[in-house]
Each structure stands twice: as structure tokens, then as C-alpha cells.
């Protein structure tokens, strides 16, 4: 016997039927800041590649003292969305990506076999103000919390210090 989910998808207001077998879902959301300028090349394709490095934070308080932890994240971006990273996106500029989480392997000098997962993103939004180091990416409405592009402030900014080394 099979069993039946029901499943109501309240962004479109959908209701489906599924299987007993799920397929998985494989989505990332992040909001960060660049701990680099992007990486970006043309590749034999012709086709454009950008590699992000994104830092998230977060703070919490153990034994009355503020704890705070920083991950960082390897983005991978295709395309003509990774020409326009490359054009307005900059060291220390937050952003907003979706996308999914892909391992690669590789063989090293050595021989031996190497994986890295990454996220490869379907979306970018630039977010807050360009910041020190990126006013390239800069068109804010004056007082409006959106920029030209129609995205909004999410809200408080994980901290990141710009000068900081990426360990990788």
C-alpha cells in the first residue's frame, strides 16, 4: 500500500497529490555579504562563470558573553546573471541568493580524488547600499528602502569585517 500525501503550496495557492516516493528537494536561500570581489571568466563555451565567497553570521549569548560564528560559502553562478555579478557586485556587498547544492571531484597533483560542494545559484538580488568598495552596484531611491530594481531591505545585516581573510 502507497502512501498519499496531500500538499497545499500556499505561495500559488495550489493544491497537489504525491506519491509514497519523494524525490528530495535541494534549495539553499542565503543572505550574506561577498568576502571578495567575484571571480569571473569566459569560459570554451562561450558561456560566462562567476565564483562568489559569501560569509553568514550568526551571534548568541552563552554565559553572558556574545558568541559569534561565521560560515563561508562557495557560490558558483552562470551566464548573463554571472556577468552582471561581475559588473556590480563587489567585496562586502550583501546579497540575496537561491540555488541548489552541487558536489564536484576532481583528482589533485597527487592523484588523489578531491570533492567541493558549492551552491550554484538560479537567483542573485543586490541588497542594502553598495557599501565601502562597491559603488559600482549603487541606484538607491532616496529614502524609499528599495532600490531601482525593486528589492527591499531584509533587514539587520549579518556583521561582517571586509578586511577579514577568506580561509580557503
Not at 556587498?93 to 597533483?109: A, F
Not at 542573485?124 to 530594481?149: H, I, K, P, T, Y
Request: a negative charge; charged letters at 25%; hydrophobic letters at 30%.
Amino acid at each position: 500500500m502507497s502512501t498519499v500525501d496531500l500538499n497545499f503550496n500556499l505561495a500559488k495557492n495550489e493544491c497537489y497529490r504525491s506519491g509514497g516516493d519523494m524525490s528530495g528537494v535541494n534549495k539553499v536561500i542565503l543572505v550574506g555579504r561577498l568576502g571578495a570581489d567575484p571571480e569571473v571568466k569566459a569560459i570554451g563555451s562561450g558561456s560566462t562563470v562567476a565564483r562568489l565567497n559569501i560569509a553568514t553570521s550568526e551571534s548568541w549569548v552563552k554565559d553572558g558573553q556574545k558568541q559569534e560564528r561565521t560560515e563561508w560559502h562557495r557560490v558558483t553562478v552562470w551566464g548573463k546573471l554571472a556577468e552582471i555579478c561581475g559588473k556590480h557586485l563587489a567585496k562586502g556587498r550583501q546579497v540575496y541568493i537561491e540555488g541548489k547544492l552541487q558536489t564536484r571531484q576532481w583528482e589533485d597533483q597527487q592523484g588523489q580524488k578531491r570533492y567541493s560542494t558549492e551552491i550554484v545559484a538560479s537567483t542573485v538580488q543586490f541588497l542594502g547600499s553598495a557599501g565601502a568598495g562597491a559603488e559600482a552596484g549603487s541606484n538607491r531611491s532616496s529614502g524609499s528602502g528599495s532600490d531601482d530594481f525593486g528589492f527591499q531591505d531584509f533587514g539587520p545585516e549579518p556583521s561582517f569585517n571586509s578586511n577579514d581573510e577568506i580561509p580557503f
